[in-house]
């Protein structure tokens, strides 16, 4: 098992920034990518950004060169940079830590249990 504690989410203005943390504890060792997720009222969970344990990282095409995802495999833990904040990405933040076998399938998927972050004037 694996546990994932969010933490940084928060009311910003927009244009802000915000960064978000994820802590993860467990067997990390039967996980290759960690990332993040988010879900918006009336709207499905997306993909925002992925990092693999060998540094490569994936985002969301409408967060590209504003959010950077970074991590830790020392500490564990893997952080979403977030600048220029819109009122769009108001969203449930939520940490994911899985294995990924190839490019379709996945096991030893994880969530946390997500952190608010509203972006409003």
């Known amino acids: 098992q694996v546990q994932l504690v969010e933490s940084g989410g928060g009311l910003v203005q927009p244009g802000g920034s915000l960064r978000l943390s994820c802590a993860a504890s467990g067997s990390i060792f039967n996980t290759n990518v960690m990332g993040w997720y988010r879900q918006a009222p009336g709207k499905q969970r997306e993909l925002v950004a992925t990092?693999?344990?060998?540094?490569?990282?994936n985002y969301l095409d409408s967060v590209k060169g504003r959010f950077t995802i970074s991590s830790d495999n020392a500490k564990n833990t893997v952080a979403l940079q977030m600048n220029s904040l819109k009122p769009e990405d108001t969203a449930v933040y939520y940490c994911?830590?899985?294995?990924?076998?190839?490019?379709?399938?996945?096991?030893?998927?994880?969530w946390g249990q997500g952190t608010q972050v509203t972006v409003s004037s």
């Open positions: 990092i693999t344990s060998g540094g490569t990282t």
């Open positions: 994911n830590a899985r294995r990924v076998l190839s490019i379709t399938t996945y096991d030893n998927n994880y």
